[in-house]
């Protein structure tokens, strides 16, 4: 008797599990992107550099129903300062003011790119809600220029980590808001973003 309920249970679990992955390969693909905002540390440096902007584009490949692989593109650059002011003529004149010095070493300008390569995880928190959570390892290119002269340039392999919320329509476009850290090396990046993505 005992054994006939756990090959029943087993048999159960096996079609459930089996139909969720057909219905999640039915529309197994997902492209996006977002764009964030945050700041940017370099060395453990305790003057911190301006705010930076990142853009960020992904495809996803779900192979169950709550867990895909992912690869993206992430460029990011700081933000300049920018300095209005009101003449004599009741005119207004915005420019950007790139004399400043981040992390107290010169630098004015920072670029830096990210191929990622992450594990997504996703909890069902409503049919249409869900929280997000991602892993995985990231190759970078950053420079930090002044002047357009090179000061520090690196590229390697580091970890990239995000979590989120995202909520998804029955037409399979969807919106996200989530926080995201790419490790560099010396430089680490810290961001808060908003999306949206599309499955098929």
């Given at each position: 008797m005992i054994k006939k309920l756990s090959l029943t249970s087993l048999a159960l679990i096996s079609i459930f599990s089996v139909s969720?992955?057909?219905d999640t390969l039915t529309k197994p693909h997902s492209?996006?992107?977002h764009i964030a905002s945050g700041n940017i540390e370099f060395n453990n440096s305790s003057r911190d550099g301006d705010?930076?902007?990142q853009v960020y584009g992904f495809y996803n490949y779900a192979f169950t129903e709550n867990m895909s692989l992912e690869a993206g593109l992430n460029v990011g650059a700081d933000v300049d300062d920018w300095d209005c002011y009101?003449?004599?003529d009741d005119d207004w004149h915005c420019s950007t003011n790139n004399d400043h010095s981040l992390f107290g070493l010169g630098v004015d300008e920072i670029k830096y790119t990210n191929l990622v390569a992450a594990l997504k995880g996703i909890f069902p928190i409503s049919a249409h809600n869900s929280l997000y959570a991602k892993v995985g390892a990231q190759f970078y290119d950053y420079e930090l220029s002044r002047r357009n002269r090179t000061l520090f340039d690196d590229d390697g392999v580091g970890l990239y980590l995000a979590v989120g919320w995202q909520y998804e329509w029955d037409m399979g476009i969807g919106m996200s808001a989530g926080?995201?850290?790419y490790d560099m090396g010396d430089?680490?990046?810290s961001t808060v973003n908003v999306g949206i993505n599309y499955n098929f």
């Open positions: 969720s992955i057909a492209v996006g992107g705010g930076v902007v009101e003449d004599k926080y995201e850290r430089l680490e990046s």
